[in-house]
């Protein structure tokens, strides 16, 4: 039998939502792309079910976010250990609420957009071996039984927190198990909780319930009395007497479809990159499930390393633009262990010194109006940025808001409507040049650019103009540039005219 062969740019190693968003915006690209995935189905159950603002505008720089938000619960505020209230109605974005959705919506809207972009998608493709050299990485599958080879220039391991990527590159995971015994199940209410959701903890253990939108909820349990191996099912008893003491009742839960027990660990790996392969999501990082920082994590990470590979693949950069990726994402990664951890430390703490310290500091918080904000920043992924270079303008590595726009091209008859603001005009997968009057110098990079002038002429950027890369953060910006000047940052962005 003919071992089978394929050739591709990049190969992506597991369907899940990083996997996805990246294989679809590779595709966008018109880079040819690969997902392998050991899954022969679609997976029905989740463990992620937190859409955060920042992953909500980057799925809005798709076109995905509004029927995303159609199916789920958006929730505009956060109460934590029953006393202190997080209200995200404030939050500077088109998003300002957590959207409580199951993961497999997610992921089922990014493969949809990946296989209509033209990624290639192959189930059962169970990796068992890898190689890399000077021009591209070789990787060893069992696809039905069968031998099969995948060549590609880059590969990126998207394949969780057991990722057979990373193993077979020999990186290490360093970290520790920072929970155990968490209960998990899909379960209906007799009663909904008034906030929709509801969160809780006393001084033995903490309890979640988290609406789906179809009539299921997902409870989340801990008590630290109770030790459950891994897989195993909780019992409905079980789960009713920890919400109870937690949450001051249990709403009537009943009419479980599925349940288990799972322990959380918390580890990242040194290096995201090694050669020509890279990791992301779960491979990369993993933390407890407090702040739902997890699914977010990645979708954020793959939607920072997407428009990087296909700037290298389509020879409008070099290879050294993907070490960005490292310096970029690998803080935002432990920022996101030390957050989750201390959320999850401070609700199971054991000693009554921890504990009262615990409840003094979130009720000094909860009237502390700059701290609410900047946890909420912080959760919503709304505060990220990343590093710029000492002498930069102070928009460069930040996030750009859903600016209003004006003067982009007209469409064309029967064509969509013209993009009105930032995050639509992102849509195209390029560039976005953002200025009152210097758009004329840009034309030799009309085919990797969107120009556009704000809608406010004398607003805040009345003489600043504004580069925003694909994933919507500031590239560089000036203040009344020159035409050379501006010429020189698009030639260091996007490549020779």
Same mark, same amino acid.
């Given at each position: 039998?003919?071992?089978?062969?394929t050739?591709?740019?990049?190969?992506?190693?597991?369907?899940?939502p990083?996997?996805?968003l990246?294989?679809?915006d590779?595709a966008?690209?018109?880079?040819? #792309?690969?997902?392998?995935?050991?899954?022969t189905?679609?997976s029905?159950?989740?463990?992620?079910f937190?859409?955060?603002a920042r992953?909500?505008?980057?799925?809005d720089?798709?076109?995905l976010?509004d029927?995303?938000?159609?199916?789920?619960?958006p929730?505009?505020?956060?109460?934590?250990?029953?006393?202190?209230?997080?209200d995200l109605?404030g939050l500077p974005?088109?998003f300002?609420?957590v959207?409580?959705t199951?993961?497999?919506?997610t992921?089922?809207?990014?493969l949809?957009?990946?296989?209509?972009?033209?990624?290639?998608?192959l189930r059962?493709?169970?990796?068992?071996?890898l190689?890399? $050299?000077a021009?591209?990485v070789? =990787?060893e599958?069992?696809?039905?039984g069968?031998?099969?080879?995948h060549?590609?220039?880059?590969?990126?391991?998207?394949?969780?927190?057991?990722?057979t #990527?990373?193993?077979? =590159?020999?990186?290490?995971?360093?970290?520790e198990?920072v929970?155990?015994s968490?209960?998990?199940?899909?379960?209906r !209410?007799?009663?909904?909780?008034?906030?929709?959701?509801a969160?809780?903890?006393d001084?033995?253990g903490l309890a979640l319930l988290?609406p789906f939108?179809?009539?299921?909820y997902?409870?989340?349990?801990?008590?630290?009395?109770?030790r459950?191996?891994?897989?195993?099912?909780?019992?409905?008893d079980?789960?009713?007497?920890?919400a109870?003491?937690?949450?001051g009742?249990?709403y009537?839960?009943?009419d479980?479809?599925?349940?288990?027990?799972f322990?959380? $660990?918390?580890?990242?790996?040194?290096s995201?990159r090694?050669g020509r392969v890279?990791?992301a999501?779960d491979?990369?990082?993993?933390?407890?499930?407090?702040?739902?920082?997890?699914?977010?994590?990645? !979708?954020?990470?793959?939607?920072? !390393?997407?428009?990087? !590979?296909?700037a290298?693949?389509?020879?409008?950069a070099?290879d050294?633009?993907l070490?960005?990726?490292?310096a970029?994402?690998h803080?935002?990664g432990k920022?996101?262990?030390r957050?989750?951890?201390?959320?999850?430390r401070?609700?199971?703490a054991?000693?009554?010194?921890?504990?009262a310290?615990?409840g003094?500091?979130?009720?000094?918080a909860?009237?502390?109006?700059?701290?609410?904000e900047?946890?909420?920043?912080?959760?919503s992924g709304?505060?990220i940025a990343?590093?710029?270079?000492? $002498?930069?303008?102070?928009?460069?590595?930040?996030?750009v808001p859903?600016?209003?726009?004006t003067?982009?091209?007209?469409?064309?008859?029967?064509g969509?409507?013209?993009?009105q603001?930032?995050y639509e005009a992102?849509?195209?997968?390029?560039?976005?040049?953002?200025s009152?009057?210097? #758009?004329?110098?840009?034309?030799?990079w009309?085919?990797r650019?969107?120009?556009a002038?704000?809608a406010d002429?004398?607003?805040?950027?009345?003489?600043? #103009?504004?580069?925003?890369r694909? $994933?919507?953060?500031?590239?560089w910006?000036?203040?009344?540039?020159?035409?050379?000047?501006?010429r020189a940052?698009?030639?260091?962005w996007?490549?020779?005219a």
């Amino acid at each position: 039998m003919t071992e089978k062969q394929t050739v591709t740019d990049v190969i992506v190693v597991g369907a899940g939502p990083t996997g996805l968003l990246l294989a679809g915006d590779l595709a966008a690209a018109g880079v040819g #792309v690969t997902l392998l995935e050991k899954r022969t189905e679609d997976s029905g159950l989740t463990r992620a079910f937190a859409v955060h603002a920042r992953t909500l505008e980057l799925l809005d720089a798709r076109g995905l976010a509004d029927e995303l938000i159609a199916d789920g619960r958006p929730v505009t505020s956060l109460l934590a250990f029953n006393r202190a209230r997080i209200d995200l109605g404030g939050l500077p974005t088109r998003f300002p609420f957590v959207l409580m959705t199951p993961q497999y919506r997610t992921e089922r809207l990014l493969l949809d957009r990946a296989v209509k972009a033209g990624a290639v998608v192959l189930r059962g493709a169970e990796v068992t071996g890898l190689r890399q $050299d000077a021009e591209g990485v070789t =990787l060893e599958t069992v696809e039905d039984g069968a031998p099969a080879v995948h060549r590609a220039r880059y590969a990126v391991g998207t394949d969780g927190v057991h990722s057979t #990527v990373r193993d077979l =590159l020999g990186l290490p995971f360093p970290g520790e198990s920072v929970i155990e015994s968490v209960l998990l199940a899909d379960v209906r !209410l007799e009663r909904e909780p008034e906030d929709g959701l509801a969160a809780g903890a006393d001084d033995d253990g903490l309890a979640l319930l988290v609406p789906f939108g179809d009539g299921w909820y997902r409870v989340l349990a801990w008590d630290r009395n109770e030790r459950l191996p891994d897989g195993a099912e909780p019992g409905l008893d079980l789960l009713a007497a920890i919400a109870r003491r937690a949450l001051g009742e249990d709403y009537g839960l009943h009419d479980v479809r599925w349940s288990s027990t799972f322990h959380s $660990d918390e580890r990242q790996a040194p290096s995201y990159r090694s050669g020509r392969v890279l990791l992301a999501g779960d491979a990369a990082h993993c933390h407890s499930p407090a702040g739902g920082l997890g699914m977010n994590t990645g !979708l954020q990470d793959a939607a920072n !390393l997407s428009w990087k !590979l296909a700037a290298v693949l389509r020879g409008r950069a070099t290879d050294a633009l993907l070490d960005s990726y490292q310096a970029e994402r690998h803080p935002v990664g432990k920022a996101a262990l030390r957050v989750s951890g201390a959320m999850i430390r401070v609700a199971v703490a054991q000693s009554a010194a921890t504990r009262a310290l615990r409840g003094a500091l979130v009720s000094v918080a909860g009237h502390l109006d700059a701290v609410v904000e900047r946890g909420a920043r912080t959760i919503s992924g709304i505060g990220i940025a990343y590093p710029a270079p000492k $002498d930069a303008h102070p928009l460069v590595g930040k996030r750009v808001p859903d600016l209003r726009l004006t003067g982009l091209e007209p469409p064309r008859e029967g064509g969509p409507a013209a993009p009105q603001r930032l995050y639509e005009a992102l849509r195209a997968g390029k560039f976005v040049l953002v200025s009152n009057d210097e #758009v004329a110098a840009a034309a030799p990079w009309a085919d990797r650019l969107v120009t556009a002038a704000p809608a406010d002429p004398h607003g805040k950027l009345r003489d600043t #103009v504004l580069l925003i890369r694909p $994933d919507g953060y500031a590239a560089w910006a000036a203040v009344d540039p020159g035409a050379g000047e501006l010429r020189a940052a698009l030639t260091e962005w996007l490549g020779e005219a």
